[in-house]
């Protein structure tokens, strides 16, 4: 699990290859798996697959523009309704987030992490765009597919940002 951590990186470029349904099965449950403040679970995801609402993305999101070649994307959403302590679904969402970067990087495949909270303008385009009901927030975002890029390994590792105890 330590290797798929240290060397998971952001893909945004991907092959037009479709991602099977057990693979995106195993990606929600690694999802679902997530830390939630007071177990809440707020999460709520929509699975993009339609071409049509693929190539529409980058016209709400400047900074979606590899949606045009992903087969699949992620749409991670908080419903407030589950919140049981308040301010905490986006990190619950970031945590399902991040399971979601992991798990699809150990089937082989790619994505990369598209912000959408704490945007207004882009949280009320999705939110039109997908239909979504007043209690639920979209948060984030996430391209899925087989990369079509490669990247070197980037060692984040700084001693400089340990401290112990005290900054």
Not at 69 to 85: F, G, N, V
Not at 139 to 155: R, W
Request: proline fraction near 7%.
């Amino acid at each position: 699990m330590l290797q798929t951590i240290l060397t998971r990186i952001s893909i945004r470029r991907y092959k037009n290859t479709p991602i099977c349904d057990k693979d995106i099965e195993d990606i929600l449950k690694a999802a679902m798996a997530a830390p939630s403040a007071g177990n809440s679970q707020p999460w709520e995801f929509i699975i993009i697959k339609e071409r049509e609402l693929l190539n529409k993305i980058p016209n709400i999101h400047p900074h979606a523009q590899m949606l045009l070649q992903a087969p699949l994307a992620i749409l991670i959403c908080a419903d407030l309704t589950r919140e049981k302590y308040e301010g905490r679904w986006m990190l619950d969402c970031s945590a399902a987030s991040q399971n979601i970067l992991l798990s699809v990087h150990s089937k082989g495949l790619g994505a990369v992490w598209v912000g959408i909270y704490p945007d207004e303008s882009r949280m009320n385009s999705f939110s039109e765009m997908f239909n979504l009901p007043d209690n639920i927030k979209p948060v984030s975002l996430i391209p899925i597919g087989y990369p079509d890029e490669t990247k070197p390994f980037s060692n984040r590792f700084d001693t400089n940002k340990i401290h112990y105890n005290k900054f």
